[in-house]
């Protein structure tokens, strides 16, 4: 091989958890294009490889937390949990990454760390930290929306003699609990999983709580055969389903106002959806749970009342109710005994929101009251820099050099979040701007998957050789996206879907609020109309740079 020799993919996929599996599959398997993974782990899953902090599981269900593009592969496996559990999850992905073959297209511990659009040849350039430099006709990320770990800033972490994790960058070996005095904090999903655990294997643990948060319990358990026999024989309706739905559950969806109802009725169908457990109160309770500030108090008030029912000591109580934003205005959390867990004995609440922590010291933590508080181990559970984070960790330059990082300063630009305009031939599977994080991520993940390879199909059969969103289609995407958040709750919470979480992020609403199934005819719209809002040139006719 001669020096001048550059290796060169039709596609580049970054990351190999659901999203980069399932388009290496389609791009590589279905339309036979040369395509090559780089994925920063040693194996697949993406998030379910990173995550493996105590209590780690999804709060889907497990019969529709998976891929549904393989009849068989739906009929042959089989989940142990109502919910799966992150280990379960990262073999049902071992086991979809060995029955396709893979692997072979995924290079391992390997990060992306540029990707530079050549103006001259139409092609990317990409580049890796193990030293590649290769050349692509497609970039795709496949990167998560929540991959890049957030760590407070806090004084002296240095200086701690203990052991510090953060919940994304779990050691794979484990961490010893038995007879440790540990500091959790962040009460966010993977504080509310942890803490129950951490509580029952350490020996005294203190939560450092800056936010107060409603969680509804899981009722998690074995999985109930009956039920999955059901589902199996009825597998691809329930699935189909589920992709027309808001959010991507086959839930019955509920069409009454919180409003219309006598108060008996309502505190009725709250303590009936709190039995059934999960995503079903948030979205079998009320219509206007989302959308009216009246009917989502009547939820919160109940969650309210049953923290206070809960947890022993009415002070400890006072201390976990939320009254700064409304139910689900966050992330809506799942909890297994969250609330039961501050009954313990070997368990403490603080509240960092009047007091936050000044100083990690060797030996603990101090907050701004004074108190010092002695710990072996702290296991940050403070959450990512979501949605945007991570394409920002790696050297992404569109036309003329343009930096994504430079484009998106003031928040994301995308159309459909599927791509953006000035980085032709860059598609991102559950980009911004798109419901992603709103939804069950593999509804989600398959519709982007299946609807980008379609996509470059037509371009291949078409003979277009470059394609960029059209500027104009990706500001009236904006628009509508930030319109649709404008009537939701989730302008009024300090969220990571905000970027409220991360100093200095702009404050912009960056997932699509406006469903999953709205958002599929959509797409599909688009399709129809020969992909109306991109702009398409051959390689006889290249596109000028604006
Ligand atoms: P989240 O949901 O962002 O939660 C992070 C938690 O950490 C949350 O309670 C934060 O409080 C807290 N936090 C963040 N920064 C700080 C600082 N500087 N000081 C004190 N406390 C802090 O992350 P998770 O990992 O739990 O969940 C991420 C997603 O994974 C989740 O939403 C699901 O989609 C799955 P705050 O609420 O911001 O006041």
């Given at each position: 091989m001669s020096d001048t020799t550059t290796t060169h993919y039709d596609a580049v996929v970054i990351g190999a958890g659901f999203a980069g599996m399932y388009m290496l599959k389609r791009l590589?398997?279905?339309?036979?294009m040369n395509v090559q993974v780089y994925e920063r782990g040693s194996g697949v899953g993406g998030t379910w490889f990173w995550n493996r902090y105590p209590g780690a599981r999804c709060d889907s269900e497990s019969y529709v937390y998976c891929f549904s593009f393989d009849d068989d592969l739906l009929q042959e496996w089989n989940w142990s949990g109502k919910y799966p559990e992150q280990p379960e999850i990262l073999s049902y992905l071992n086991h979809v990454a060995d029955r396709f073959d893979l692997r072979s297209g995924i290079q391992f511990n390997t990060s992306v760390t540029a990707a530079r659009f050549n103006d001259d040849s139409g092609l990317w350039d990409v580049e890796t930290d193990q030293g590649d430099q290769v050349t692509a006709q497609y970039v795709v990320t496949a990167i998560g929306c929540i991959s890049t770990g957030q760590i407070p800033q806090i004084p002296g972490l240095d200086s701690f003699e203990g052991e510090w994790h953060h919940t994304g960058a779990w050691p794979h070996e484990g961490v010893e609990f038995e007879g440790k005095r540990v500091a959790v904090i962040g009460t966010g999903s993977s504080g509310i999983q942890s803490i129950p655990v951490i509580a029952r294997e350490s020996e005294h643990l203190t939560v450092f709580q800056r936010t107060p948060q409603y969680t509804i319990p899981?009722?998690?358990?074995?999985?109930d055969q009956a039920f999955l026999k059901e589902v199996k024989a009825n597998y691809r309706q329930i699935l189909d389903e589920a992709r027309h739905t808001a959010a991507g559950f086959p839930y019955d969806a509920?069409?009454?106002?919180?409003?219309?109802?006598?108060d008996e009725e309502r505190q009725e169908t709250y303590e009936r959806l709190w039995e059934k457990g999960g995503f079903h109160f948030m979205l079998g309770s009320y219509s206007d749970i989302a959308t009216d500030r009246r009917a989502n108090d009547t939820a919160s008030e109940f969650i309210r009342q049953k923290i206070r029912e809960i947890v022993n000591d009415p002070e400890t109580a006072e201390r976990l109710l939320p009254r700064d934003h409304p139910f689900s205005s966050k992330r809506a959390l799942i909890d297994t005994n969250y609330f039961d867990t501050y009954n313990r004995d070997n368990v403490d609440l603080v509240d960092i929101r009047h007091f936050p922590i000044e100083e990690i010291t060797p030996t603990g933590l101090r907050t701004a009251d004074g108190q010092e508080y002695e710990v072996d181990t702290i296991v940050f559970a403070t959450g990512y820099d979501a949605m945007t984070g991570t394409f920002f960790n790696i050297d992404i330059a569109g036309r003329n050099g343009r930096q994504l990082r430079e484009k998106w300063s003031g928040g994301p630009s995308t159309y459909l979040g599927v791509a953006t305009a000035d980085f032709p031939n860059m598609f991102m599977i559950?980009?911004?701007?798109?419901?992603s994080v709103l939804s069950n991520m593999p509804v989600s993940i398959e519709q982007h998957v299946e609807w980008i390879s379609d996509f470059i199909e037509y371009l291949r059969e078409h003979a277009i050789d470059v394609v960029d969103a059209d500027p104009q289609a990706e500001v009236d995407w904006v628009q509508h996206v930030s319109d649709i958040a404008d009537?939701?709750?989730?302008?009024?919470a300090d969220s990571w879907y905000l970027g409220a979480n991360i100093p200095g992020k702009p404050r912009v609403f960056m997932p699509y609020a406006g469903g999953v199934g709205p958002y599929r005819e959509r797409c599909d719209e688009i399709a129809a109309n020969s992909y109306e809002g991109f702009v398409m040139s051959d390689a006889q006719e290249p596109v000028l740079a604006d």
């Amino acid at each position: 091989m001669s020096d001048t020799t550059t290796t060169h993919y039709d596609a580049v996929v970054i990351g190999a958890g659901f999203a980069g599996m399932y388009m290496l599959k389609r791009l590589r398997d279905d339309l036979g294009m040369n395509v090559q993974v780089y994925e920063r782990g040693s194996g697949v899953g993406g998030t379910w490889f990173w995550n493996r902090y105590p209590g780690a599981r999804c709060d889907s269900e497990s019969y529709v937390y998976c891929f549904s593009f393989d009849d068989d592969l739906l009929q042959e496996w089989n989940w142990s949990g109502k919910y799966p559990e992150q280990p379960e999850i990262l073999s049902y992905l071992n086991h979809v990454a060995d029955r396709f073959d893979l692997r072979s297209g995924i290079q391992f511990n390997t990060s992306v760390t540029a990707a530079r659009f050549n103006d001259d040849s139409g092609l990317w350039d990409v580049e890796t930290d193990q030293g590649d430099q290769v050349t692509a006709q497609y970039v795709v990320t496949a990167i998560g929306c929540i991959s890049t770990g957030q760590i407070p800033q806090i004084p002296g972490l240095d200086s701690f003699e203990g052991e510090w994790h953060h919940t994304g960058a779990w050691p794979h070996e484990g961490v010893e609990f038995e007879g440790k005095r540990v500091a959790v904090i962040g009460t966010g999903s993977s504080g509310i999983q942890s803490i129950p655990v951490i509580a029952r294997e350490s020996e005294h643990l203190t939560v450092f709580q800056r936010t107060p948060q409603y969680t509804i319990p899981a009722q998690h358990g074995t999985v109930d055969q009956a039920f999955l026999k059901e589902v199996k024989a009825n597998y691809r309706q329930i699935l189909d389903e589920a992709r027309h739905t808001a959010a991507g559950f086959p839930y019955d969806a509920s069409e009454t106002s919180a409003l219309e109802v006598s108060d008996e009725e309502r505190q009725e169908t709250y303590e009936r959806l709190w039995e059934k457990g999960g995503f079903h109160f948030m979205l079998g309770s009320y219509s206007d749970i989302a959308t009216d500030r009246r009917a989502n108090d009547t939820a919160s008030e109940f969650i309210r009342q049953k923290i206070r029912e809960i947890v022993n000591d009415p002070e400890t109580a006072e201390r976990l109710l939320p009254r700064d934003h409304p139910f689900s205005s966050k992330r809506a959390l799942i909890d297994t005994n969250y609330f039961d867990t501050y009954n313990r004995d070997n368990v403490d609440l603080v509240d960092i929101r009047h007091f936050p922590i000044e100083e990690i010291t060797p030996t603990g933590l101090r907050t701004a009251d004074g108190q010092e508080y002695e710990v072996d181990t702290i296991v940050f559970a403070t959450g990512y820099d979501a949605m945007t984070g991570t394409f920002f960790n790696i050297d992404i330059a569109g036309r003329n050099g343009r930096q994504l990082r430079e484009k998106w300063s003031g928040g994301p630009s995308t159309y459909l979040g599927v791509a953006t305009a000035d980085f032709p031939n860059m598609f991102m599977i559950t980009g911004p701007q798109s419901p992603s994080v709103l939804s069950n991520m593999p509804v989600s993940i398959e519709q982007h998957v299946e609807w980008i390879s379609d996509f470059i199909e037509y371009l291949r059969e078409h003979a277009i050789d470059v394609v960029d969103a059209d500027p104009q289609a990706e500001v009236d995407w904006v628009q509508h996206v930030s319109d649709i958040a404008d009537q939701t709750m989730y302008m009024l919470a300090d969220s990571w879907y905000l970027g409220a979480n991360i100093p200095g992020k702009p404050r912009v609403f960056m997932p699509y609020a406006g469903g999953v199934g709205p958002y599929r005819e959509r797409c599909d719209e688009i399709a129809a109309n020969s992909y109306e809002g991109f702009v398409m040139s051959d390689a006889q006719e290249p596109v000028l740079a604006d």
